[in-house]
């Protein structure tokens, strides 16, 4: 389904339970509320799960021009205010958890708890060339050049010899996504700057990543447990970038048990 927010239409999909909390799942660069189906069933069973697509992603609309995380982050917001849903348990992986990082700083009111998976606070200036040869080579190229070392640094060897359906699910949707989508969000991932206002979160928040993330490696990880007081990192063995995929059953367990420990607390008071 779409709906018009924030001068975009954004593609949605709310699901599972009827008037339990709602979960919210932001995707990564280049991928699309798909990328979540590991994670369904699980959420589906407590919650009602509302996944969307990233501006410039999926079936969400693409403006040509760059993004910025607070414009991602006022998406969210939209969406959120147009089926009126006052708060959401927000959980973010990659780039979905840079625009978690922006709604818990600027609209904290907005969620009543935060999860933000293989995901990073600030991009270091030396990595500025690297997003610059990114955008160059989509706006050339396309992304069909992009797509085998992109999966590379997402998935370890070993998992991608096994050839399971998940990775051509997400080399599908890397070919799906828009150059103009995939450009304008490059260039607000490359101007991430969050690190230094990561102490004025005051959420629950659970931080997970994958034990041998090559590109929001773990120190990235702890660099904002460090700071946000209220937080617990989880550190899953045998994953690269997409641990919600190539460990999905470790990831649906830290999960869960941050969602139901917080929603038992809330049912308490």
């Not at 607070?70 to 009126?84: H, N, P, R, T």
Request: aromatic content about 6%.
């Amino acid at each position: 389904m779409k709906i018009n927010t924030n001068e975009i239409d954004i593609n949605y999909e709310l699901t599972g339970k009827k008037g339990a909390p709602v979960v919210m799942l932001s995707h990564s660069l280049a991928c699309s509320l798909v990328m979540w189906q590991p994670q369904m069933a699980v959420l589906e069973s407590a919650f009602q799960v509302l996944r969307f697509d990233t501006r410039g992603h999926g079936d969400s609309d693409a403006p040509q021009g760059a993004y910025s995380f607070e414009q991602l982050a006022m998406d969210a917001i939209g969406l959120m205010d147009a089926l009126k849903i006052d708060r959401v348990h927000f959980v973010g992986l990659s780039m979905g958890g840079m625009i978690g990082q922006g709604l818990a700083l600027d609209y904290a009111d907005r969620l009543k708890s935060l999860a933000l998976c293989d995901t990073a606070a600030i991009m270091p200036d030396e990595t500025d060339p690297i997003w610059q040869q990114r955008i160059e080579a989509a706006g050339e190229k396309g992304l069909q050049g992009q797509v085998d070392e992109t999966l590379e640094r997402w998935f370890r060897p070993e998992y991608l010899q096994q050839n399971p359906p998940e990775v051509e699910m997400i080399r599908r949707q890397i070919l799906a996504t828009p150059v103009a989508g995939y450009i304008g969000c490059c260039e607000a991932i490359r101007r991430l700057k969050y690190l230094d206002r990561l102490s004025k979160i005051n959420l629950p928040t659970l931080i997970v990543v994958g034990e041998e993330d090559p590109g929001t490696p773990v120190a990235a990880s702890e660099a904002m447990h460090e700071r946000i007081s209220d937080s617990r990192l989880v550190v899953l063995p045998s994953a690269r970038h997409l641990s919600n995929i190539e460990q999905s059953e470790a990831f649906n367990a830290a999960l869960m048990e941050f969602l139901l420990q917080y929603k038992f607390l809330l049912d308490c008071i």
